[in-house]
Structure formats: structure tokens, C-alpha cells
């Protein structure tokens, strides 16, 4: 068979192929668009219409060129949803997280249900762009009233391809409004925020069929296939590809999340205070992880200097150019800045370019090194090993960084983590792979793994 990942971030997204021969999976991207939320007079918006039309054109080409897929997945970021109408209808916009309207409404919400009872009833950490605040703001501006149904995004892409309504459960996690006991939505949280639960669908685990594509897509297309459910929540498909040699796993992109596989949520007080989350993973298991700023930093200084010097560029200027000079990544400032060098230099001087991707970089191991520890303090655990997956993982300075700032053995890859566990997902889907662990023996057979020790 032939599998399609959709993959879909902050920045750009992706169409890849894949297939399975000789215990192997090859990747082939077709088709690669720009993404990024614009500024308007409603807020911060995603143009939703546009990635939608990429999807379409994507799958397009995948005919043109004969490589038309069986299945298809799509995966995003998580915490972003549409609205739609009695007619199925988008009611626009689609808020960017970034937008500082979810955490204008944190503190009402708090008011009427504390952060420590969500928490303690959800598990997900707080962070002001949180879908229960996001929906929130819609309610109390109204915006709620007109909707009949809420889809997280990738799940409206779906239902934009088949006519299918499905809520995945890793990404419908991701909202803060799902028992961490019962993996089903908690209507007190519901009821607080004033989301009426004739809004949601019942969730579903990944590797369930949506449906077909429907006859408009087919139309534009010219084939048929199944639309699948990978774990919708990009670092969720991530971490599906990770080989997990013993350790947590850094998932590193524009975010980095770090973590590591459980059975059960932490809800305790300790890990509310380190503001860690448990978030969906497959077969209703969690990732007990704590979001870092990650590479959105740099990408935002490489912005500002109009993107003269590409990523590779600035790691070599970082080496070349080493400082003490650190910053807090996960402070707040650095979440949606005006200017992402003046939040830095506000905090550690004003530095030269090579300077300033230095001091990022190594904030960024180090604030790492100190989240692993604060985990084998939670888990009561020592880990000798720490897994990079994704994008992150090309940049051998961070590793180096990461590698003397952690004390750990460091293993890196697969790179294009989200995709690769989009794709096993949808494999474990139709039956080609038996489990998750046959499927991350796949991954070791597949690509190039690397280690960098301390």
C-alpha cells in the first residue's frame, strides 16, 4: 500500500509519500507549502481556506505524478479548531494560538473553576492559548452562540475531505477539557467554560478510518482513497517514531516538548507546579512532557533580519561566537514578541548575530537539562538516554549543547519524526504493522540514527 502524510506546522507544511518493502519505509516529500498566522483586524488568524486548498493541490499532484496514495493522514500543531454552523459551515476566523485572547480569558475562567481543578481533572499544563480558554473568549463574546460543532483543526481538514465528523484523541487532549480518568470530554470543565457539549463528538483513538474522500475531492483529484486517523497532534505522531533507547524524548522543532511515555497521568501538585502535561498518546496512554520554547526563538531573529542567513548559517555563527550570556526560553516574553531580539537583548545585553544564536541555544540546552532533572524527580526515575526527534535534531551544536549541558547519552533521529509517525500510525491502521513496537523496529531499519555522547 501507499500512505500520504499531511504534515502540517506553524511554518510550512508537507505531502509524503511512503511505502513498507523489505521491513523499510522510504519517504518521498511531493509537495511542501508556506504556512503562518496573519495579522488582522479580528486578531491573529490562520487563513484556513489557504491550507486547505494546499491540501487539495498536494493531494493533486500526488496523481499527476502516479505515486496516488491509498490512505492519507493529516496532522498539525494542536490547541487551534473551527467553528461551523447548522450547515457545517466555517464560522471564521481560526484563531492562531498566539493570539492574546485565550489568555485574557484564563484568569475569568479561574474564577469560576481554579487552574488546580482543571489540573488535577485533566492533567494539561497551563498555557494561556489553551483551547478551554480560546472557547472561553468565544463564549463570552458571543461567537459560541452561532456554532452547532467544534472541530480541532486537522479533524475539520478531515471532515473538509469526507463529509466525516471525528474528534482524535490526541489532539482533542490538547484542550484541557478531557478526563485524564476517563478519556472522555468533563462536562464541569464543559460547564465552567460555557461550551455546550452538543458542540463535541465522541473521541476517537488513531488508526480508525474517517471515511473516503468525498465526490467534490475525488472531482478535483481524479482518485479515491481512505482518510485515516494518525495521532493528529504533530508531537504526538512524533514521538510514535521515536526509538525511546531507555529515556525521554525531546521533540524538537518550533516547540520543544520533552517527555517521556506513561501509563497514567501525573496530576499531583508537584507536577502542576512544574507546569508539566500529560497529553494524548495511542492506545489512550499519555505523554507526560513540559513545552519549551524551542526553535521558534531563532526562527523569529532570523525573520527579523530578513532572513539573510539560513538556519545552518546561524548555527555556524553560534559556534564561532560563544557567550555565557543565557535567557529564560520559556519565559512568556518570548511567546509572541513585538520584536524577538529586543525580548532577548531586554534580558541578556544587546550581543552580535552569532552571539545571540549562541546564548539561544545554549538557554535552550539548558533549560533541557534542567526539565530532565525536574523529571526524574517527578518519576522517581534516572535516565542514562535522551531521544532528539524532528527538525531540531540537524542542528549538531544544540546536540552538543544538549549532550554537555544534560550529562546524558544523546540518540538523534529520525528527523522527520512527525511525518514517520504519521505514516506508522496509518500502517498500524490498516494492519501492514502489527504494533507500535514492530513499527519503531521499522524506524531503526529505516534511518539514520545517531549518537552524540556527553
Same mark, same amino acid.
Given at each position: 500500500m501507499?500512505?500520504?502524510a499531511?504534515?502540517?506546522?506553524a ?12 521491513g523499510?519505509?522510504? /519517504?518521498?516529500?511531493?509537495y511542501?507549502?508556506?504556512n ?10 490562520? @487563513?484556513? *481556506? ?7 493541490e ?17 496532522d498539525?500543531?494542536?490547541?487551534? &479548531?473551527a /467553528?461551523?454552523?447548522? +450547515? ?8 492562531? &494560538?498566539?493570539? =492574546?485572547?485565550g489568555?485574557?480569558?484564563? #484568569? ?7 487552574f !488546580? ?8 499544563? &497551563?498555557?494561556?492559548?489553551? %483551547?478551554?480558554y ?9 461567537r ?19 463529509g ?12 484541557a $477539557? ?5 478519556? +472522555?470530554?468533563? @462536562? ?18 488513531? #488508526?480508525?478510518?474517517?471515511g473516503r474522500? !468525498? ?6 483529484i481524479?482518485?479515491?482513497a481512505?482518510v ?7 508531537? =504526538? ?9 531507555g529515556?525521554?524524548?525531546?521533540s ?14 501525573? %496530576? ?9 502535561s ?7 496512554q499519555f505523554?507526560?512532557q513540559?513545552?519549551?520554547?524551542g ?11 530578513? +532572513?539573510? &542567513?539560513?538556519?545552518?548559517q546561524?548555527?555556524? $555563527?553560534a559556534?564561532?561566537?560563544p557567550?555565557?550570556k543565557?535567557?529564560?526560553v520559556?519565559?512568556?516574553k518570548?511567546l509572541?514578541? @513585538?520584536?524577538? /531580539?529586543?525580548?532577548?537583548?531586554s534580558?541578556?545585553g ?5 552571539? %545571540? ?8 540546552a ?8 525536574e523529571? *526524574?524527580? /517527578? ?17 549538531r ?8 549541558a %544534560?550529562?546524558k ?25 502489527? @504494533? ?5 523496529e ?9 549518537e552524540?555522547?556527553?
Amino acid at each position: 500500500m501507499r500512505y500520504l502524510a499531511i504534515d502540517i506546522g506553524a511554518s510550512s507544511g508537507r505531502h509524503i509519500i511512503a511505502e513498507l518493502s523489505g521491513g523499510k519505509i522510504t /519517504l518521498e516529500e511531493i509537495y511542501r507549502f508556506p504556512n503562518g498566522p496573519k495579522a488582522t483586524p479580528d486578531g491573529l488568524v490562520w @487563513d484556513a *481556506e489557504e491550507l486547505f486548498r494546499h491540501i487539495v493541490e498536494g493531494l493533486r499532484r500526488a496523481g499527476e505524478t502516479g505515486r496516488r496514495p491509498d490512505c492519507i493522514g493529516i496532522d498539525t500543531w494542536a490547541v487551534d &479548531y473551527a /467553528l461551523l454552523d447548522g +450547515d457545517g459551515e466555517l464560522i471564521g476566523p481560526v484563531y492562531c &494560538y498566539r493570539d =492574546a485572547r485565550g489568555g485574557d480569558a484564563a #484568569g475569568e475562567l479561574h474564577d469560576r473553576m481554579p487552574f !488546580s481543578v482543571i489540573y488535577s481533572k485533566t492533567g494539561i499544563q &497551563y498555557q494561556p492559548f489553551n %483551547t478551554v480558554y480560546q472557547l472561553r473568549a468565544d463564549a463570552l463574546s458571543g461567537r459560541l452562540d452561532r456554532a452547532s460543532s467544534m472541530l480541532m483543526l486537522p479533524d475539520w481538514f478531515n471532515y473538509r475531505l469526507t463529509g466525516v465528523r471525528r474528534q482524535e484523541y490526541t489532539n482533542a487532549t490538547s484542550t484541557a $477539557m478531557v478526563s485524564a480518568a476517563t478519556g +472522555d470530554w468533563d @462536562d464541569e470543565i464543559l460547564s465552567a467554560a460555557g461550551v455546550p457539549r452538543g458542540l463535541l463528538g465522541d473521541i476517537v483513538q488513531p #488508526g480508525c478510518e474517517v471515511g473516503r474522500l !468525498s465526490a467534490k475531492i475525488r472531482s478535483a483529484i481524479g482518485y479515491d482513497a481512505a482518510v485515516m486517523l494518525p495521532a493528529t497532534h504533530d508531537t =504526538a505522531s512524533a514521538v510514535l517514531a521515536a526509538p525511546l533507547k531507555g529515556g525521554p524524548y525531546i521533540s524538537s522543532g518550533t516547540w520543544s516538548l520533552l517527555g517521556i511515555e506513561q501509563t497514567a497521568a501525573h %496530576t499531583d501538585t508537584g507536577a502542576m507546579s512544574g507546569n508539566w502535561s500529560n497529553e494524548g498518546s495511542i492506545n489512550g496512554q499519555f505523554r507526560f512532557q513540559k513545552n519549551i520554547m524551542g526553535l521558534w526563538i531563532v526562527q523569529q531573529v532570523r525573520h527579523e533580519l530578513n +532572513d539573510v &542567513y539560513s538556519f545552518a548559517q546561524l548555527a555556524e $555563527m553560534a559556534r564561532a561566537h560563544p557567550t555565557d550570556k543565557r535567557v529564560r526560553v520559556n519565559d512568556e516574553k518570548f511567546l509572541s514578541p @513585538d520584536s524577538m /531580539l529586543d525580548a532577548i537583548f531586554s534580558e541578556a545585553g544587546n550581543m552580535a548575530v552569532g552571539e %545571540t544564536a549562541y546564548c539561544v541555544f545554549a538557554s535552550l540546552a539548558e533549560c533541557y537539562a534542567d526539565s530532565v532533572r525536574e523529571l *526524574e524527580s /517527578l518519576t522517581g526515575n534516572t535516565y542514562g538516554t535522551l531521544n532528539i526527534i524532528g527538525g531540531g535534531g540537524n542542528n549538531r551544536l544544540l546536540t552538543e549543547l544538549t549532550a554537555k549541558a %544534560t550529562g546524558k547519552r544523546i540518540i538523534v533521529g529520525p528527523t522527520e519524526g512527525t511525518a514517520t509517525g504519521n505514516i506508522l500510525m496509518q500502517m498500524i491502521g490498516t494492519g501492514e504493522l502489527p @504494533d507500535l513496537k514492530t513499527a519503531r523496529e521499522v524506524v531503526g531499519n529505516s534511518f539514520d540514527i545517531s549518537e552524540v555522547m556527553a
